[in-house]
């Protein structure tokens, strides 16, 4: 007899006393109890929960994002009223437009704070310096995610983030290309960087993030640092439980800055002039830029982002825990200073003052 | 990454194009000088200076530049920029009234205007040409059709049809309007989102405490 013919010739009864009912059946089709695979019990702390936060924001944008994109209309010419029409004729729809800005201040915060965490508690060490590279160019994708976000709207100050972007496409000369609104003369460049918001951005973070954890599954979550030892184990199911937790709060908190304290809609765009602030994650590059000229924005960002790759590489001591490193953990406070001293200066100026 | 810093070298230490060229375009400058308007309306220099420059330009086409001449000397005068802005909209054939498109509707400037004693008064009891803006139909920023729309907006010059709309990194939009503030005015649904919300985050708190873990470690 094979093991089909034996599941036929089980009765109802025979399956319900042989696991919890629907969640048995459900188990046995999808095979959910292999997610009770034990992991550390620091794992269910709130700093080793940000990558899933990170995760969960993610999903709250892309919810948010399908919403606005019923209504939004990515051209030159309606891309401003129609970003003013959600909020004014769509029921909820400067609500969801509200979380969905919101949602993407809390993803950029939460993948500084999981880098920040990973970094302290030396995660990226071997074996797990691939998943940290993974890490940084999801992060780099979540900051390209912000700036076509920013520019879609299609208000001064997403024009003049775009007038910077042109210019940085000209300084890398062909490297540059696809930045460039020289690159489908005939389509207005407003229709690409919406593409790769909706589309080409959020896939390769969808497909990273695959890859990151089935990375993390592959090495496991990283032991205490502090003592080296995995120390107590829990199923993974009970860190999602409490990721689940997490994310709820994170979502209400969400919902009350949606309704609460609306993104605002500027004025529509003019070429040519700069009289607005960019978002404020980007303001440490303004103030380089104010220095330095245009070219510092693409100086900061790839030095910023060299160092980042450049961690697992240049810090390769056994040591994990934060006390035991210390020129590491001194060169990373330096640069974090460095970034907020930038982004306070920024900060203290107006936007008149901008070179 | 060598040849991105190669191209960055090559890009030299300066400030950038976009913060520095002039455009030759009157209409161009027209834009910018309703734009500074809306956006620090107190800057009356940077303003005049968009003014100036547009009076200037090699490129006047799609300007009435009597009108920029007359907002140009109301702003020496000291008069309201909102007056000013809406002479300037008319320039372009952006304001309620029609510009160049409608030539005949537009009143020549007078003598006394260059010095700004008499500017054209602006119609404050007609809608500001953001709130007419705001009213248009897409089809009276994008239509061919040079005749002023039901709400007043005049088609913009050179914003045409299908085959004339905005290519490349063109703003795409002759019209200004001014940013749209979303401070909340919160109304029934508004509360019930929010209600709802703080809901959301208790049941989340109570997860949390529920399932803490069993060390309540935190991570170091």
Redesign the interface.
């Known amino acids: 007899m094979t093991a089909d013919n034996q599941v036929a010739t089980e009765s109802p009864v025979d399956r319900q006393r042989s696991g919890d009912g629907f969640v048995a059946a459900l188990d046995e089709r999808l095979g959910l109890s292999a997610l009770q695979y034990p992991v550390p019990?620091?794992a269910?702390?709130?700093?080793?929960s940000l990558g899933g936060l990170t995760a969960a924001s993610m999903g709250v944008l892309i919810a948010t994002g399908l919403i606005l994109t019923q209504f939004y209309n990515p051209?030159?010419?309606?891309?401003?009223?129609s970003v003013?029409a959600i909020?004014?004729d769509v029921?909820?729809g400067?609500?969801v437009r509200?979380v969905h800005f919101w949602a993407a201040q809390a993803m950029y915060v939460l993948v500084i704070l999981h880098l920040l965490?990973v970094f302290?508690?030396g995660s990226y060490k071997r074996p797990r310096e691939a998943n940290w590279l993974v890490g940084v160019v999801m992060f780099a994708l979540v900051i390209g995610a912000i700036f076509t976000g920013t520019v879609i709207k299609?208000?001064?100050e997403g024009?003049e983030a775009?007038?910077?972007n042109?210019?940085m496409a000209?300084?890398?000369?062909g490297?540059?290309a696809w930045f460039s609104?020289?690159f489908a003369?005939?389509?207005?460049?407003i229709v690409r960087l919406y593409v790769a918001h909706v589309a080409v951005i959020p896939g390769l973070i969808l497909g990273l993030l695959a890859v990151h954890f089935l990375l993390i599954k592959r090495h496991g979550i990283s032991a205490?640092?502090?003592t080296g030892a995995t120390?107590?184990t829990?199923p993974f199911t009970?860190h999602l439980?409490?990721l689940?937790?997490?994310?709820?709060?994170?979502?209400?908190?969400?919902?009350?800055l949606?309704?609460?304290f609306?993104?605002?809609?500027?004025?529509?765009?003019?070429?040519?002039?700069?009289?607005?602030r960019p978002l404020w994650m980007f303001w440490w590059l303004f103030t380089l830029?104010n220095w330095?000229?245009?070219?510092?924005i693409?100086?900061g960002t790839?030095g910023l982002f060299?160092l980042l790759a450049a961690v697992p590489f240049i810090d390769r001591g056994g040591d994990r825990?934060?006390r035991r490193r210390p020129v590491a953990v001194t060169a990373a406070v330096i640069v974090v200073l460095t970034v907020i001293g930038l982004t306070i200066t920024t900060m203290l100026t107006s936007a008149?003052e901008?070179? | 990454m060598v040849a991105m810093l190669l191209a960055l070298m090559a890009g030299g230490v300066g400030p950038a194009a976009a913060h520095g060229e002039q455009s030759d375009e009157a209409a161009v400058l027209v834009r910018q000088a309703i734009a500074l308007i809306v956006s620090s309306p107190d800057d009356l220099g940077e303003i005049e200076e968009k003014t100036s420059a547009a009076l200037e330009a090699p490129d006047p086409s799609g300007v009435d530049l009597a009108l920029v001449q007359q907002a140009d000397a109301a702003l020496a005068a000291g008069e309201d920029v909102a007056q000013v802005r809406v002479i300037l909209e008319r320039s372009i054939g952006a304001g309620p009234v029609g510009g160049p498109a409608e030539e005949s509707t537009v009143e020549e400037p007078e003598p006394q205007a260059a010095t700004a004693a008499e500017p054209e008064p602006a119609p404050s009891a007609e809608p500001l040409p953001s709130e007419a803006w705001a009213a248009a139909e897409p089809e009276s920023v994008q239509s061919a059709d040079p005749a002023p729309s039901e709400s007043g907006t005049a088609a913009v010059p050179g914003d045409g049809g299908m085959d004339q709309m905005a290519t490349g990194a063109d703003p795409g939009s002759t019209l200004i309007a001014e940013p749209l503030e979303t401070a909340p005015q919160l109304d029934a649904t508004d509360w019930i989102v929010l209600a709802g919300s703080i809901l959301v985050g208790l049941i989340g708190v109570w997860l949390i405490l529920r399932y803490r873990p069993a060390t309540g470690r935190e991570a170091t």
């Open positions: 019990e620091h269910n702390t709130l700093g080793w051209t030159p010419e309606m891309a401003n009223p003013r909020v004014t029921p909820l400067g609500f509200g965490r302290l508690t299609w208000d001064q024009f775009l007038a910077h042109l210019e000209n300084l890398l000369g490297l540059g609104a020289d003369e005939n389509l207005p460049i205490d640092p502090a120390g107590p829990a009970h439980r409490r689940a937790g997490f994310t709820l709060i994170a979502v209400g908190i969400l919902g009350v949606g309704v609460l609306p993104p605002e809609i500027g004025p529509t765009p003019v070429e040519g002039i700069e009289i607005t830029e330095f000229g245009i070219p510092a693409l100086w790839v060299g825990f934060w008149v901008h070179l």
